[in-house]
């Protein structure tokens, strides 16, 4: 199998790329396909101690994934990187900035 490193690259590419092209303006069904997803997800991750301090940080208070539309769905899946970025002592990256990055890219 992939090791953590490359496994958990290629994830966060897939993971910003499918809030990238999330519709703006959700309808109630793509909400709760996403939330369904997202539970799946964090439970079959296959890193085991990974998906399991994922699913722990998703189900505490605050941390449930806001899945209304693109702005406020991309914002969650930064904070929820940065969550990870935080306990391996990576930096952290500026929310405000997530979708240059994975949507409209960076200027110049
Ligand atoms: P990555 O963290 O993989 O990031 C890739 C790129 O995303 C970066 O180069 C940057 O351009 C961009 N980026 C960085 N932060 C953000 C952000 N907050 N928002 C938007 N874009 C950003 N590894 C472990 O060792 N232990 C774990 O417990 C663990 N848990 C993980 C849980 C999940 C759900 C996932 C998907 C991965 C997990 N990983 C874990 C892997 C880890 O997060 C990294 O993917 C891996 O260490 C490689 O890091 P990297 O420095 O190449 O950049």
Redesign the pocket.
């Known amino acids: 199998p992939a090791d953590?490193?490359t496994l958990?690259?290629g994830?966060?590419t897939f993971?910003?790329t499918l809030s990238a092209t999330y519709p703006s303006h959700a309808t109630p069904n793509q909400q709760s396909d996403m939330r369904a997803f997202l539970m799946l997800f964090a439970k079959l991750?296959p890193?085991w101690?990974?998906a399991q301090?994922?699913q722990a940080w998703m189900q505490k208070g605050g941390n449930e994934p806001r899945v209304r539309g693109r702005g406020e769905f991309g914002t969650w899946?930064?904070e929820a990187?940065?969550e990870?970025?935080r306990?391996?002592g990576?930096k952290?990256?500026d929310?405000r900035r997530?979708e240059e990055?994975?949507r409209t890219g960076w200027g110049d």
């Open positions: 953590v490193e958990g690259r994830t966060w993971l910003h991750y890193c101690n990974c301090d994922f899946m930064c990187h940065n990870v970025n306990k391996l990576k952290e990256f929310c997530w990055r994975w």
